[in-house]
């Protein structure tokens, strides 16, 4: 941390964010908007994404070399596809001092923290992920309100400084987020059934339907509930193939438990059971009545 | 049909809906919008909902006798759930004599379409499924514009008169439609595709969520892909219980067409077999992209 009464300092003087995609260029849009960093460094390998980022001035500089943007910054956050992220991590350290405080953004959490851990990151490292996002990509999709009111999950853990875990929770906030804590494990579970299982879902769903000697006609008639239900399927495939591996063994769990239902369910269309029926609808409703209240 | 001319006569003299919920509400008011219908019936259970159908002018008259209010009628069209249009079908033929149409929108074909072979009325009887809906349910959710552009699917036969089939045609295209013929059993294949399928997708996606030992930290952190592809969760399970009994067979063979596509995912998963995972992601994608170009 930056010295003496850091953890009651808001603003950050120089912010690098690397990845300026449609989370990353939000973050440093909000930032700036919200003055809490004082100048901000996109890194990316895409110009134009980044020439976007500059025009709508959500970033100050623009560079596609990671070491050099990282010199002097106080705060880096990654912001790049999660596998992409884990193996930025030690450039990141390397480039930077002591003083100078690592996050990120990524839906898996157990492999970049056990990367910090792995490179004695502790003293300036927290993990999180804004769960928060939109379909559109990229710079020119960024809002400066992409994080008022979503979660963002933070991951320290028992050797984590008090006084940067106070820091990282004040920056999320100012951001307009709402903050929980969670140990990493945790929230990859939590993430397998919440987000990691529907992705799969999705894709399997399109698949099968896909695979109908009736394909044509199905097409034709797929309606909204079909789109809704298979809306996730055009997510970005490098995404979730990284997802899958970095958060295997949750993932796993979490399709287990849909495994262990589906054929509960298969059986009961097939036996005519309503009784089972029914109770697994009971239960499929309540669970989406407490998510949507 | 209503003597000679009738094939070229859009009008209909006395129409009776069955069901004056969103969908038959809404055809209902559409028909008398656009001048099909000289009178509707409205009969049903709920006299609230009833009331709510007459007082938006949808219906001119309502009741809860079925009998009564197919005396005299030349279009009765059964729009309650599908196992009870199935039931009232003999009831409509008894109270109505050979120059009355019958059709339906249920979202199974193959049950009514046999028992109105079983009944003798192919001279009469064409059965139909408007592909369109909305998540609000009644009278009052009703919309003279819900058939707009949706697809209605009917289901002629070789026995079926080709005066009849064409004033049906007609019937739905003036409502607004795009009419598709198909076998019965070809639209329950499709449907089952298209529409079972994501719906029981949902209830055990829904449930498997639910039954994670971190419920309240997932209910916590779904977002919007965890609301999209949960949201047929919540339909109505009276309707879904009887869909899954009228259109097993269809059912049971895409739900395996799913299980074979979920244990392959699985496997390369597990086995972090990431050709097998973006070929499957492929597919997946390319259906979707079918289906909302």
């Given at each position: 941390m930056s010295g003496e009464g850091a953890a009651e300092?808001?603003?950050?003087?120089h912010c690098v964010i690397v990845g300026a995609g449609l989370l990353g260029a939000s973050i440093a849009g909000a930032g700036k908007a919200r003055g809490l960093f004082a100048r901000v460094t996109g890194v990316g390998r895409s110009r134009a994404n980044l020439e976007t980022a500059r025009a709508r001035g959500f970033v100050d500089d623009i560079t596609s070399d990671l070491a050099a943007a990282c010199n002097g910054a106080d705060l880096v956050i990654l912001a790049t596809p999660v596998r992409t992220a884990v193996a930025q991590l030690a450039s990141v350290a390397a480039a930077t001092d002591a003083s100078c405080a690592i996050t990120d953004v990524g839906s898996v959490k157990g492999a970049i923290v056990a990367e910090a851990c792995r490179l004695g990151l502790h003293e300036r490292f927290v993990g999180a992920h804004p769960v928060a996002g939109k379909a559109e990509t990229g710079a020119g999709a960024?809002?400066?309100?992409?994080?008022?009111?979503a979660w963002v999950v933070l991951t320290p853990d028992d050797t984590t400084p008090p006084r940067l875990r106070q820091r990282m929770r004040g920056l999320w906030q100012e951001l307009g987020a709402r903050v929980l804590e969670m140990p990493a494990a945790q929230h990859d579970e939590v993430l397998a059934s919440s987000s990691h299982l529907p992705q799969m879902v999705a894709y399997v769903l399109a698949a099968a339907a896909g695979a109908s000697p009736l394909r044509k006609q199905v097409t034709q008639l797929a309606a909204s509930g079909f789109r809704d239900t298979t809306?996730?399927?055009?997510?970005d495939p490098d995404m979730w193939a990284d997802i899958a591996r970095l958060n295997r063994e949750a993932l796993l769990c979490a399709m287990d438990r849909f495994g262990v239902l589906w054929a509960k369910l298969r059986k009961a269309v097939d036996d005519g059971d309503e009784e089972t029926l029914r109770s697994l609808i009971d239960d499929a409703r309540d669970m989406r009545n407490e998510v949507v209240p």
């Open positions: 300092n808001r603003t950050w003087q960024a809002d400066v309100d992409l994080l008022r009111g809306r996730l399927a055009a997510s």
